[in-house]
T-cell receptor
Framework: EAGVAQSPRYKIIEKRQSVAFWCNPISGHATLYWYQQILGQGPKLLIQ????????DSQLPKDRFSAERLKGVDSTLKIQPAKLEDSAVYLC?????????????????FGPGTRLTVL | AQKVTQAQTEISVVEKEDVTLDCVYE???????LFWYKQPPSGELVFLIR??????QNEISGRYSWNFQKSTSSFNFTITASQVVDSAVYFC??????????FGPGTSLSVIP
């Protein structure tokens, strides 16, 4: 079974530039997550999709970050314009179960991440 | 509010020693899930275990074991006879029924040959 795919693996940009990351989850997984992991910290959820609908985007800086999941499969995360503090690893994960209240929460399967450096 | 604390930032052990990674969590919910993930130098987070709040049985999987104690809000992880391949950052995480997954800050484990 193929894992979660992400591209690019590395990206270096200057502040105020734009950048986009792509994620292809495991086939059949309904839930997709984007996390931001700053060096030395645990991952922080940015946005969670259930199929192509947003379940949680409470920690997404919506003035500069956007994400979409067209057709409920792959997803893109965009930053426009980037700031120095956006330097981090952006992790995509997928899960076969939604983790909604009252349901069994399945483990998340993570991709290799995209390391973003903003200069 | 939910919170996960991993007080040990870095641990170094010599190969074949046992090591315990501590995790303390905070939540007011009675239904929740706890997780451990491993992040090797390659960067990809690997799921190790999930426990729900109603199952306090300890679990053993090979050299790994987990001790869940609701009375102290702890979910500790022990590696027996550590190996160099165990070197990684380990994250404890918490999810309640109505909230997102919260990861702890991680514990970096170095196993020295």
């Amino acid at each position: 079974e193929a894992g979660v795919a992400q591209s690019p693996r590395y990206k270096i940009i200057e502040k105020r530039q734009s950048v986009a990351f792509w994620c292809n989850p495991i086939s059949g997984h309904a839930t997709l997550y984007w996390y931001q992991q700053i060096l030395g910290q645990g991952p922080k959820l940015l946005i969670q999709f259930q199929n192509n609908g947003v379940v949680d985007d409470s920690q997404l800086p919506k003035d500069r970050f956007s994400a979409e999941r067209l057709k409920g499969v792959d997803s893109t995360l965009k930053i426009q314009p980037a700031k120095l503090e956006d330097s981090a690893v952006y992790l995509c994960a997928s899960s076969p179960l939604g983790g909604l209240a009252g349901s069994t929460f399945g483990e998340q399967f993570f991709g290799p991440g995209t390391r973003l450096t903003v200069l | 509010a939910q919170k996960v604390t991993q007080a040990q930032t870095e641990i170094s052990v010599v190969e074949k020693e046992d090591v315990t990674l501590d995790c303390v969590y905070e939540t007011r919910d009675t239904t929740y899930y706890l997780f451990w993930y491993k992040q090797p130098p390659s960067g990809e987070l690997v799921f190790l275990i999930r426990r729900n709040s109603f199952d306090e049985q300890n679990e053993i999987s090979g050299r790994y074991s987990w001790n869940f104690q609701k009375s102290t809000s702890s979910f500790n992880f022990t590696i027996t006879a550590s190996q160099v391949v165990d070197s990684a950052v380990y994250f404890c995480a918490l999810k309640t029924s109505y909230d997102k997954v919260i990861f702890g800050p991680g514990t970096s484990l170095s196993v020295i040959p």
